[in-house]
């Protein structure tokens, strides 16, 4: 039996299904690559909430397996939204690498004065910080990121620590404490989704690391409760059942945040509902000033 597995063309992307493959064939399973285009690949031009949020990466992978393309998709976990088609499921997620955003920098950090992110998480998070700098649009991959640093159209720009450690990049800057500049849910974990064959289900399973199921799954319930996608600037981080959770307005000036340990699935929604209750007006207000009807993404 071979698995056809599908993937994005970047080259993280490349990576993280070579990781999976590999790990499937250290079990004796072949498998074989397809490389889909997402609509999150081909509009680099714009932020992502202008395009449909998290979805982008995913929907043209989601419709290939559910036509029978590939058997299963290899994402970078944080890509997949709350609201998923009928007769998928996430049948492994990988051991989390490290979750934080890492700020690359040119020159020394008194420096920065212009920093590139499309995030409105990052982007709120990094003027609550330092209100004085300037946050300008930055999309593209990794390579693309780092190469419009150094060509000096920003003094800085964030990326994910995850990523630069799976694609052995070393570069000037530093991380960005999660207890601080809380992460995208999910950020620093690859998942693989398939279709609901439960042979196939069970086949992919053995890739599961349960302690980060459990916590990513936690941070999905609050995530699922809040309903704000890339749209709010928000960011959910469990480790080991502790949970921090914040929804921010979109200069960062204000924000609602809870910390609490959480021992079940149940626990985490109501505390997303706790938090959407007190956050509304901050959702609201983005999708507001986004220009974006109200609503899940």
Partial sequence: MSIRIGTRGSKLALIQTEIV???????GIATEQTVISTAGDTTTQVPLHEIGGQGVFVRALDDAI???EIDCAVHSMKDIPAYRPSGLVTAAILK???PADFLAYRGSLSAVKIVGTSSTRRRA?????????????LRGNVDTRIRKLGAGEYDAIVLAEAG??????RIQGERL???KFVPSPNQGTIAVVCRADPSLREVLSVLDHPQTRTDVMIERAVMEQLGGGCFTPLGIYCNGGHLIAEVLSLDGARAERIETDITTIEEAREQGRQLKARAQGLIDEAYQRLGIAAGPS
Avoid: W
């Fill in 164 to 169: 630069l450690r799976r694609m052995d990049i």
């Fill in 125 to 137: 998070q990094l003027l609550r910080h330092d209100p004085s700098v300037t946050i300008q649009d």
């Fill in 21 to 27: 493959a590999k790990k499937l064939a250290e079990l």
């Fill in 177 to 179: 404490p999660p207890e």
């Fill in 66 to 68: 559910l036509a029978g």
């Fill in 96 to 98: 989390r690498d490290p």
